[in-house]
Each structure stands twice: as structure tokens, then as C-alpha cells.
């Protein structure tokens, strides 16, 4: 299979994977063959890339970092818990409605069990197959990511479900905040701006109080926002003032959002995003902190295009975890762009000359909004 943006989908493609509605059903099972009206409206939901069928690339079939049950459940449990807290917010006073650690510490198990079991599992683009409040999913890949990054860090189990708690409810202070503002397609005005940055705040408010919870969680949604060097908010804390786990969340969560379609503009690629945050190198994130991240992601997904300086173009069909950038390429057109009857491989940590100068035929330089 292969993964396209929606974008590059056109009438008569398979999906290759299912797509999950936002109650969690199956709205597209695999085999189902895309129509115009179909790839506008997965456009309009917020889905970004599709697996498609593709007879040169059946065999590939790219790893997921969470089973499908975990998944699941996970996105169950978010939408639950998300979705009580915005609709009765005055009863969460004092903490009181709905207990959240035991159903999120559950689900922590699982993630922890589910990456635990992958020597070398990779981030890749979660950001596929579902249609969802963005608050949810992008709450739960922040949550995966981080807690990958814990295990490979060296974390213990249980400091990194502590680590995975705080990603997850990092932006619960969301929750609390108009939903006109939340999901507002315009740039926000001044006050709408200020409202949305109390959300560390309220993150900490709600999270405090929480029976079962570690203090330290309350402290990753309050300090996500901050920055080593001290331009970040709400209270423009730096360096070793700012908790490890919210230097890890903020990271992530940065990544997560420039790589996500949102409202106001297109998603970034994987590469993309990881050179900006690479230009905060020692000023915003710390180094050793982004080096392990860098190391961890997969810039070129199993299943993308790319295109060689070759002039060849093919997909990625396996990645090498020493050199994450220089994946494995299964060559399906020539320098003249003409379709290969035989497809044939080349490994990039092996051929070092040959570089990689283009994914999915698009502009790849997309205009930075920093995400809240
Ligand atoms: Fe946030």
C-alpha cells in the first residue's frame, strides 16, 4: 500500500486501510473504492493521508506504533472523559466529576505494553484514519509519542506513565475554552488570543485536586507553553525551572502540531517541521532532547513518495533505524518518469550520494503559525 495525501487522491483509488467516524465506528472500510464526493469529504473532515491500494507496493504493509483494539479504546476513553469536561465544565470544581486517572492510567498500560513490545518502533504520522476533534487525537498522539520517547529515554514504567498522563491532558485546559475560539477558522483577535493562553492554567486547576493523579501531571499541562530560554508562557519560566516531562510535552506537541492539518493552514511534512525545530536547537528545546526525538521519527514514513535527485521516484518501503532519514526506496519511475515494469530498491544508508529532494510531489515549505 502507499500513503497519499488527500490531495493527491483521485476517483477509483482503494483505501488500503480502514477510516474511523468520531464515535469510533468503521465510516470507510478497507476495498472501498474513492469517488470525488468521497475524497472532498474526508478532505473537509480533517483527514490528511489515506493508505491506497497499489499492486508495485501490496507487500508493504507499514507498522502501527498502538494495535488497533488500544487505539480504540484510547480514542474511546479521550472522547469520553474530553467531551464531560466541556459539556458540564462547573461540575469539575474541585475535581470532583469524572475520576479520569483510573480509565487514563489503564490505557497508559496499554500504550506502555504496545510500544514496550516494539524494539525498534518508530513515530510515524498518526494523523490518519480518523475524523475527530483535533483536541482528542492530537491529545492522544502527543500521549504516544511522549511515551516512546520516555522508554527510549530510559524512563521507568512508572515515571513514564507519568510522562504519558501529562501528554495526554497537556491541553485539558482546552476543554473550558468557548468552542467558537477553539475551533475559530479566522486569526483570533487580541482577547481571543489571551483566553486561549490561560489554557496552561486551567490545565493545572482542573489536574491539581485529581485523586490518584501525580502532582506532576497538573504540572505538564501548566508548563508545556514554557521554553528554555524563557520566552514561553504563561509564566515565562526557563531552563531547569521547567519540569523534564513538560520540556518532552512541549517538544512533542509542537511537532504534533505543525504536522497537523489545522483550520488556518496546511500541514507541514515530517521533515519540515523537524527543521523548525531544530532552529530552536538549545534556545527553545533542548538539544539532547531533540536529538533522541530526531532519532525516533520516521521524517519519511513507510508507504510516502519521494522523489531522488536521480529524477527516480518511488516509495519508501522500509526504514533504517541507525540513519531514520535514509530509508529504504523501492524505485517505481525513472529519470525520464516513465513507469518501471520491475520495480527495483535502493538503500539510501547504503548509497550515500543518492538524496532524497522531494515527498509527495508537494511544496514542502508551508508557512509557520506557531499552534497554541
Ligand atoms: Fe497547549
Known amino acids: 500500500m502507499r500513503l497519499l495525501s488527500i490531495t493527491q487522491c483521485k476517483p477509483g483509488m482503494r483505501l488500503a486501510k480502514k477510516i474511523f467516524s468520531e464515535d469510533g465506528i468503521v465510516l470507510l472500510g ?57 459539556d458540564r465544565p462547573h461540575k469539575r470544581k474541585g475535581a470532583a466529576y469524572p475520576y479520569i486517572a483510573q480509565p487514563f492510567k489503564a490505557m497508559m498500560n496499554l500504550i506502555i505494553d504496545d510500544l514496550s513490545n516494539q524494539e525498534e518502533a518508530m513515530i510515524m504520522l498518526m494523523n490518519m484514519g480518523t475524523v475527530d476533534h483535533y483536541l482528542f487525537q492530537h491529545s492522544l498522539n502527543v500521549c504516544v509519542y511522549s511515551t516512546l520517547l520516555g522508554l527510549s529515554n530510559g524512563y521507568s514504567r512508572e515515571e513514564v506513565t507519568t510522562l504519558g498522563l501529562g501528554a495526554l491532558l497537556h491541553d485539558i485546559g482546552k476543554t473550558q475554552i468557548n468552542v467558537n475560539v477553539l475551533k475559530k477558522p479566522d486569526k483570533l483577535t487580541n482577547d481571543e488570543f489571551e483566553l486561549m493562553k490561560r489554557h496552561p492554567q486551567i490545565g493545572f486547576e482542573l489536574l491539581k485536586d485529581e485523586p490518584n493523579l501525580p502532582l506532576i501531571v497538573a504540572h505538564c499541562a501548566f508548563q508545556h507553553h514554557e521554553r528554555l530560554d524563557g520566552s514561553g508562557y504563561p509564566r515565562g519560566i526557563k531552563g531547569n525551572e521547567i519540569h523534564d516531562y513538560a520540556k518532552w510535552i512541549g517538544l512533542v506537541d509542537s511537532y504534533d502540531a505543525m504536522t497537523t492539518n489545522r483550520v488556518y493552514r496546511a500541514p507541514m511534512l515530517p521533515h519540515d517541521a523537524m527543521e523548525r525545530l531544530y532552529a530552536g536547537s538549545g534556545t527553545l528545546y533542548e538539544q539532547r532532547m531533540l536529538q533522541l526525538f530526531r532519532d525516533k521519527v520516521a521524517i519519511y514514513p513507510i508507504g510516502m513518495t519521494v522523489s531522488l535527485k536521480t529524477g527516480e521516484r518511488g516509495v519508501v518501503v522500509d526504514l533504517n533505524n541507525a540513519y531514520p532519514h535514509r530509508p529504504v526506496v523501492r524505485i517505481l519511475s525513472n529519470e525520464a518518469g516513465e513507469d518501471l515494469k520491475v520495480p527495483y530498491e535502493i538503500d539510501l544508508s547504503k548509497q550515500l550520494t543518492v538524496m532524497i529532494v522531494g515527498v509527495n510531489d508537494q511544496e514542502t515549505d508551508v508557512p509557520l503559525v506557531s499552534g497554541i
Not at 464526493?37 to 490528511?48: F, H, K, M, S, W
Not at 491500494?53 to 504493509?61: C, L
Open 30 to 86: 478497507d476495498r472501498m473504492e474513492l469517488t470525488n464526493r468521497l475524497i472532498t469529504r474526508l478532505a473537509e473532515c480533517g483527514v490528511q493521508y489515506v493508505y491506497v491500494e497499489d499492486s508495485r507496493t501490496e507487500d508493504i504493509i507499514p507498522p502501527s506504533l498502538i494495535r488497533e483494539e488500544t487505539f480504540r479504546m484510547a480514542i474511546k476513553e479521550i472522547r469520553t472523559n474530553f467531551r464531560e469536561m466541556m
